[in-house]
């Protein structure tokens, strides 16, 4: 069985950096595309950056330029280097992955790591 695993989270002040990792377990396999979502409190998840496993990065429009997303496809793993954090960053991240042709919904998801930005 596949499993994703986050870990990287914490609080951070305003203008502050956090890197979060991702680890696949369960699969030898190179998941199509991994990335990154967010759910603040009491909203709902959102998408945050992803990449292919050729290296395509896609980003939400709140990340682009800040946000950061790498992958390592022989230790499979991928990574989210965020910068420049706000407040409105504040939620948990949730790694997600899935396959050609998918949607996120189909795909694996992991557990969560909570961020915390203060003003």
């Known amino acids: 069985q596949v499993q994703l695993e986050e870990s990287g989270g914490g609080e951070v002040q305003a203008g502050g950096s956090l890197r979060l990792s991702c680890a696949v377990s369960?699969?030898?396999?190179?998941?199509?595309?991994m990335g990154w979502h967010r759910q603040a409190p009491g909203g709902r998840r959102e998408f945050v950056a992803s990449m292919t496993s050729g290296g395509t990065p896609n980003y939400a429009n709140s990340a682009q330029g800040r946000f950061t997303i790498s992958r390592d496809n022989r230790r499979n793993t991928a990574d989210l280097q965020m910068d420049s954090l706000r407040p409105e960053d504040t939620g948990v991240y949730y790694c997600a992955a899935r396959q050609w042709g998918s949607n996120w919904s189909g795909g694996v998801w992991g557990q969560g790591t909570q961020v915390t930005v203060s003003s």
């Open positions: 369960g699969t030898n396999a190179v998941l199509h595309t």
